[in-house]
């Protein structure tokens, strides 16, 4: 009987250790990049962005964002140089534009410019909300240090079947190891003597009711053969140039 107990006993601990060791390795196999994407979202608001109204000031222009359960109106309001009032509305059903009240048919190509200036706003401002929509393709493309703080490097890149009309366009987004805020991001987009590059570094930081927002330092590289993955060491190299300020102003969050 004791030979017994002494046997079982030493399966008993192999076993537990089996089963910690694997749980160990689990715990330490590398993150994905979904993965990664998906704490740097709940860090910065997470769901409640989803069901949220949100209003700010960006370059003299207000816009307002509602969300609600994967309905959305994201609008813009200003008044051109012929002190018009003009509203902009992006939804569900496709954009609209207003003036004065009344809405205006426009020519689908026009419309289609407006509808991206005004998704395009809005984008930027509730970033990495937005990276887990379907036409969003994420890949892991290595690890970065800049201001001695280590980076997860996402490359970012869209489906033509939902992407948008800039669906071409390319982002890179560096994410921090330790606390997975995001506090770099680059793209590519389209000109029409080829492809253009910028950096933004965010700054100021806020959260009103657990939603992050930030201020960027936009960037642009002085050397023309700076590419889109090697911006994060030209910026280290001091080889950006700073093109602008990207500040929102006035923010106001009602969640519910």
Known sequence: MQHMRLLFLVILGV??????????????????????????????????????????????????????????RLERHFKNDSKDSIRDVLSNEGFKRYVNGNQIILPDS?????????????????????????????????????????YYKIKVTFDENGGGEDYEDVFIYWINKNNFE??????????????????????DLKYL????????????????????LNLDRAFKNDELDLVSIIELKNISVTLF
């Open 15 to 72: 076993t537990l250790f089996n089963c910690k060791d694997e749980s160990a390795s689990k715990n330490d196999s590398p993150l994905t990049a979904e993965e990664i994407v998906d704490e740097a979202i709940e860090v910065s608001g997470g769901n409640a962005f989803s069901n949220s109204v949100i209003h700010f000031d960006f370059r003299d222009i207000s816009y307002s964002a509602i969300r609600n359960k994967g309905l959305f």
């Open 110 to 150: 026009l419309a289609a410019l407006y509808a991206a200036s005004v998704n395009s706003v809005h984008y930027f401002s509730v970033l990495p909300y937005g990276l887990n929509d379907e036409a969003v393709n994420k890949t892991l493309v290595g690890e970065e240090v800049i201001k001695d703080k280590l």
């Open 182 to 203: 995001m506090d770099y991001f680059a793209y590519s987009y389209n000109e029409p003597d080829g492809k253009g590059l910028r950096f933004r570094e965010a700054y």
């Open 209 to 228: 009711k657990g939603l992050r927002f930030a201020n960027y330092r936009n960037y642009k590289p002085n050397l023309s053969d700076t590419s889109l």
